[in-house]
């Protein structure tokens, strides 16, 4: 058997029969294709110094669809899957609120030095959420464990990033996404190419359970 048959990312069996699809590659495309956007940006391509354009994006797809595919876990008994869409999910729809002006949230701020502060704060409890779920998943599959540990240092760059004002740092924090984001990819296509409806497979990296 596959590792996508014997470990379903992350996955484990329903304590009841159902007939929900595997949400996982929905969950994963969505979180690598926002999160491969931004991290573009934070990297300054075509010169790109505003985010905004990402905000229906992070509303949509890396918000509303992981959110849903998290919902979706649940009741396949994935509780750890259904975990991390959903937070991921409630993360990217936060993200927008704080970027889109109508809501008044970079406004309320005396200076754009307390507003970067805050926005460091915001990060730094994202990398400390993602490493509790790097924890979780060390005995689930290598590719995820990388999804998770590269994500981690994402948010942490970020978040110093925001904290000092260093381009640079901002920078290595979106290249660090951009390779997070293809992670995501690969894993939400092995998701997708299952025995006897592909013509092939992509594994996971399954960890031998003692």
Same mark, same amino acid.
């Given at each position: ?48 110094? $505003? ?7 992070? @509303? ?27 937070? *991921? ?6 993200? +927008? @609120?704080?970027?889109?002006? %109508? ?5 309320? *701020?005396?200076? $754009? ?5 805050? @926005? ?44 000092? %004002?260093? $381009? ?6 979106? %290249?660090?996404?951009?390779?997070? +984001?293809?992670?995501?990819? *690969? ?24």
């Amino acid at each position: 058997m596959s590792d996508t048959e014997n470990l379903k990312l992350y996955e484990r069996p329903s304590s009841r029969p159902t007939k929900i699809a595997n949400p996982g590659s929905l969950g994963l495309f969505s979180f690598a294709s926002t999160t491969f956007i931004l991290s573009l940006y934070n990297v300054n391509a075509r010169h790109i110094t $505003t985010p905004n354009v990402v905000l229906g994006m992070a @509303v949509f797809c890396g918000g509303l669809a992981q959110l849903l595919a998290g919902m979706w876990e649940f009741p396949r008994g994935n509780v750890f899957g259904a975990t991390a869409f959903t937070s *991921y999910g409630a993360f990217w729809m936060s993200f +927008a @609120v704080i970027l889109i002006p %109508g809501f008044g949230v970079g406004a309320a *701020y005396s200076s $754009t030095e307390e507003f970067e502060q805050a @926005v460091g704060i915001y990060l730094i409890t994202w990398f400390v959420l993602t490493v509790m779920l790097l924890i979780g998943a060390l005995r689930r599959n290598l590719s995820f464990i990388a999804l998770l540990f590269f994500l981690a240092i994402t948010f942490l760059l970020l978040a110093i990033g925001a904290w000092t %004002g260093k $381009t640079a740092i901002n920078k290595a924090g979106g %290249g660090f996404g951009i390779l997070t +984001a293809w992670i995501a990819y *690969y894993c939400g296509l092995s998701e997708l190419l299952v025995k006897g409806e592909s013509w092939f497979t992509l594994p996971l990296g399954t960890i031998k359970q003692e």
